[in-house]
Structures are given as C-alpha cells and as structure tokens.
C-alpha cells in the first residue's frame, strides 16, 4: 500500500499537518500494548513529540498525538500547527520523521511503566462515576461483549516491554498511514472544467493517412 496523502488550500490564517496510522481494534492486543507505548511519544507534559517540535526547535506552536479504538479498528493521529507562512511540507516531514523514528528506537521499560500508571489510574476514576462506566460499557457492549473492558483493564497491568514495542515497530510504518496539508491561501481559486468540446468540432477538416 502507497501512503494517502491530501493538500487542502483555505483562508484559514494558519498551517497544519496531520497524519494517521490505522490500527486494530479494541479486541485486539496489540491496539492496547501500543496505546501504552506510543503515550512516550504523545503525552502532553512528558512526550517527545511536543518536546521536539514546539520548545525544542519551535516549528510549531503546538504538536500532539492521541490513539482511539473501535469495534473494527483503531488509528494514531498526530497533529502539528504553526503559522500561516510555516513551511507545511517541511512540518510535515518532521512531525512523521519524529513518530516514526521514535517507533522504530521504541520505549524504555521506565516509560512504560509510566504510561501503565497513568493508564491505569484512568481505569480506576472512571469506576468512580455512573455515567463514565455506563459509556464504557456501552462501547465495549457495541465491540462485542462488555466483559471487554476487564480484559483490557488485565491487558495494561501485565504487557511486556517487548510487546509493546514490538507494536510500534508493527504498525507504525510509512505503508500504514494517511498524511493531510492544510496551507493557509487568501483566495484560493479551485480550478474548473468546462464542458467538453464536441469532438467533431476536434476533427473537423483534418485527414490522416489509411
């Protein structure tokens, strides 16, 4: 498969890049073992990928990723922003280099552990309100079976280090994603096509040898 990629002009006073990698479903292991470890790359006060672009070297004025997961699948979305005259192919170029470079290094076993307690402390908060775990339940009920969500719950406390990188490498690749452009234009000017000419009016008067 060839990467995706779409380039949007609109007056919007701003640049972005987004890309996209597909992921398993939330039945699957490897959805929850690289939730884990991709959190390295895109948590807000301590992942590498805000670190590098925004105060490191200032590409951007914010980059960020997150991981969501569906009955059928799931996807990795990172987002970098930066001003209307910001390079967006250049941006581009670095938010995937940074995600995808930083999945083939993988994680240390103390940023996973780090990640597992995070995530783990979300579990249990969202035990403390009706509300939240009726919509887990809800949505694990649409993937199947609502019993999913101890499993998951197991699934976090015990994956191995290896695992989990091993699902970074996996599916964070460039034949797994789908890349977006927005430029800033003050008036973009969408080209159109006019009517087809009537191809008789094409050959009208001209031979051609038999």
């Not at 101890?150 to 406390?157: E, G, P, S, Y």
Request: one cysteine or more; hydrophobic letters at 45%.
């Amino acid at each position: 498969a060839l990467t995706q990629r779409s380039e949007v002009f609109a007056s919007v006073g701003t640049t972005l890049t987004a890309s996209a990698w597909k992921l398993p479903g939330v039945s699957e292991r490897d959805a929850h073992a690289l939730d884990l470890a991709v959190t390295a790359i895109c948590d807000a006060d301590w992942g590498s990928l805000r670190k590098d672009l925004v105060t490191d070297r200032a590409m951007a004025v914010s980059a960020y990723c997150s991981t969501s997961a569906d009955p059928d699948y799931g996807r990795l979305v990172a987002i970098a922003k930066a001003g209307q005259d910001a390079d967006a192919e250049a941006l581009s170029k670095q938010l995937i280099q940074h995600i995808q470079e930083a999945a083939i290094k993988g994680v240390t076993q103390e940023q996973l552990e780090r990640a597992r307690l995070s995530e783990l402390n979300d579990i249990e908060r969202s035990f403390d309100s009706h509300e939240s775990i009726a919509r887990i339940v809800s949505g694990y009920e649409v993937a199947g079976d609502w019993r999913l969500m101890f499993w998951v719950r197991d699934l976090v406390k015990s994956v191995p280090l290896e695992e989990a990188n091993a699902a970074l490498k996996k599916w964070i690749v460039s034949t797994n994603r789908a890349d977006v452009l927005l430029r800033h234009a003050d008036k973009p000017a969408p080209l159109a096509i006019s009517p087809p000419a009537p191809a008789a009016s094409r050959v009208e008067g001209k031979e051609w040898p038999s």
